[in-house]
Structures are given as C-alpha cells and as structure tokens.
C-alpha cells in the first residue's frame, strides 16, 4: 500500500539553526499538509498546500515556516532560527483530490525534532 | 471553544472485552467529516474509521465501528474484542466543509491499555 514518507526519522539541531524536514506524499495525493506533536499533547494543523501554494495555514505558521514542493515529489518544511520550542513531532500528510468529505488525510511516520 | 474534546486522557480495558472512547465535537458547518486515528508507542498516525454528518448510519471497519449521534454531536469510538495490539493513543479528528483540503482538528487524545 502507498504511503507517505518522511526524512529523518530524528533530526537534533541547535538553536538557532536551520533545518528542512522532508516529505514524500503518496504519488497521485494533491493535497499536502504539515502537522506537528509536542510531546505529550495533540496534533496541531500548520500548514495545507495545494496546486504550489499555501491553502491554509495556522496562526504557529509565522514567517518561521515554510514550504515548498521543490519537485514532483518532495514536500518541505523549512524552520528558520529554531528555538526550544519547536522540539515536537512533525508530521507530514497527504490526501486525494478530488475526493469528498470522507478522504482521509493519510500521514507519514513523523519527524521528531529535538533543540538542543 | 474546541473543535473536538476527548475527555478521557487514559483508558483500560481486559482484553476480548469491548471499550468505548469518547469524542465530542464542536461546528456550525453542516457538512462535516469526522475520524479516528490509532497512534501507537512508535508514533505513527494510523487511520481507522470515517464518519460523514450526513451519513445515516454508524460506520463500521472490522472490528472498529462508531457510535455517531448527531443531536449530541458525539462521535464514539468502539472497539470490540480488544487485542494486546490495540494498545496506543486514539485521536478523534474533525474536517469541516465540502473541501478535502480543509484542516483536521484533532482532539488531545485517550490512551487505551489493553490488559492480558
């Protein structure tokens, strides 16, 4: 079964740095999303991408984030000048278009980034 | 106001038995979309089971199936014949509107421990 995929597994970086979370979606999927877990809590909507540009965003997608389909394949999420509290799970996600109210957004198996 | 409560933060059940997760949620759209996600200890987000606003009857996924009540907007999970493997985090999510693309709401999830 297809499914979504997610580059690294575990990303540790300082503060302060940059870093880019990677995301293949499922091959025919349209609809993008980023998604991230702070420990211990729920999962927080950032981001939905479709047809090259931004579709939604939350307000903790500040001039921090942001995305880009660099190719056919890759979804990025790029965070500038981390801080502590970025440290949570990311999750990228995919869904069909078109499709109706019943599509599921299928996720990869996160990225958990860590601040040091 | 939340879009979806989950007022269970931790749930046991014996194994073979059945459990129920609570989930309520909150919107004004008469379409909706409503969803369970299974969420193991290695953090994977596992799709489970759809529930539509319109649909008229409860939905069923094997062993899965959901008690919607639209008047009490509540949309409860049910596991029967519960399994070592059903042990994880369990998230009720909500997508509001016709488009695919709209967020998912994500409520802060139960714990399930599934004991021999």
């Known amino acids: 079964e297809p499914e979504v995929t997610q580059t690294p597994s575990h990303q540790v970086t300082q503060m302060g740095q940059e870093v880019i979370l990677r995301c293949v979606p499922i091959s025919n999927h349209l609809y993008f999303y980023w998604y991230r877990q702070i420990l211990g809590q729920k999962v927080e909507f950032l981001v939905s991408?479709?047809?090259?540009?931004?579709?939604?965003k939350s307000e903790i997608f500040d001039d921090q984030f942001s995305v880009e389909r660099p190719d056919g394949s890759n979804f990025t999420l790029k965070i500038r000048s981390t801080k502590l509290e970025d440290s949570a799970m990311y999750f990228c996600?995919?869904?069909?278009?078109?499709?109706?109210?019943?599509?599921?957004?299928?996720f990869g198996d996160g990225t958990r980034l860590s601040i040091l | 106001a939340q879009k979806i409560t989950q007022t269970q933060p931790g749930m046991f059940v014996q194994e073979k038995e059945a459990v129920t997760l609570d989930c309520t949620y909150d919107t004004s759209d008469p379409s909706y979309g409503l969803f369970w996600y299974k969420q193991p200890s290695s953090g994977e987000m596992i799709f489970l089971i759809y529930q539509g606003s319109y649909d008229q009857q409860n939905a069923t996924e094997g062993r899965y199936s959901l008690n919607f009540q639209k008047a009490r907007k509540s949309a409860n999970l049910v596991i029967s014949a519960s399994q070592l493997g059903d042990s994880a985090m369990y998230f009720c999510?909500?997508?509001?509107?016709?488009?695919?693309?709209?967020?998912?709401?994500f409520g802060t999830g139960t714990s399930l421990t599934v004991i021999p």
């Open positions: 999510a909500m997508r509001e509107g016709p488009n695919t693309g709209n967020q998912f709401y």
């Open positions: 991408f479709y047809n090259n540009e931004i579709s939604e």
């Open positions: 996600a995919s869904s069909e278009e078109p499709g109706g109210l019943d599509q599921p957004q299928h």
